[in-house]
């Protein structure tokens, strides 16, 4: 079986997307500020709660996979401290699956290089903790290879790839998103 980057970032192929596995959040995050102010009559920052306005959703899923791909860039299969910023945006199976993922990457002595970018991200389906998105995430510049330094896969395995990401409000990640599913895509990317 061929392995790359593009099926660990993408997982499990097979694996079935899940909904509404995890309770909503108790508690509602705040909007992240720039600053604070200590001035009393400061108008308070509204606070962030999933499923309550479908773009924020929207928005805030966006940035967990953009903060994912970002992470995964500075994975060292050889590290894997390197791999809690990724696997810190994650939640089961999805997580599980990508800690077995890099540790069997990492026994057989692979290395990934380059950086993978987003070309496109849009949101398929929201539905209040649920959020759905396709992506196009380009993988061109991107290679893994194994204990001997040959590439894995062909040229053409790293390209543009149409992908499911499908995330899940969960209070204990950074944006208020979890991905638990990306899977390949029907949908084409322009």
């Known amino acids: 079986m061929r392995i790359s980057r593009m099926l660990v970032i993408a997982g499990v192929v097979s694996m079935v997307a899940l909904a509404g596995c995890t309770p909503a ?43 994912y791909v970002e992470a995964n860039n500075d994975v060292e299969l050889s590290d894997s401290e390197t791999w809690d910023s990724v696997l810190a945006l994650l939640a089961d ?15 057989a002595g692979y290395k990934f290089e380059g950086d ?5 991200a849009v949101a398929t389906k929201v539905q209040s903790t649920i959020v759905n998105l396709h992506v196009c995430t380009d993988f061109a510049e991107t290679m893994t290879l194994d204990s001997n330094g040959v590439l894995i896969g062909s040229a053409e395995d790293y390209a543009v790839k149409s992908m499911n990401v499908i995330l899940q409000s969960n209070d204990g ?18």
């Open 93 to 107: 199976p999805y997580l599980s699956d990508s800690i077995s993922s890099y540790e069997e990457l990492a026994a």
């Open 116 to 120: 993978a970018q987003i070309v496109s």
């Open 173 to 190: 990640v950074q944006f208020g998103w979890a991905i638990v599913h990306i899977g390949w895509s029907d949908l084409t990317c322009s």
């Open 25 to 67: 959040p108790s508690e509602p995050l705040p909007i992240p500020t720039s600053a604070t102010t200590s001035t009393p009559s400061a108008t308070p920052t509204p606070e962030y709660t999933p499923g309550v306005d479908p773009d924020a959703d929207v928005a805030a899923a966006i940035s967990t996979y953009e903060a």
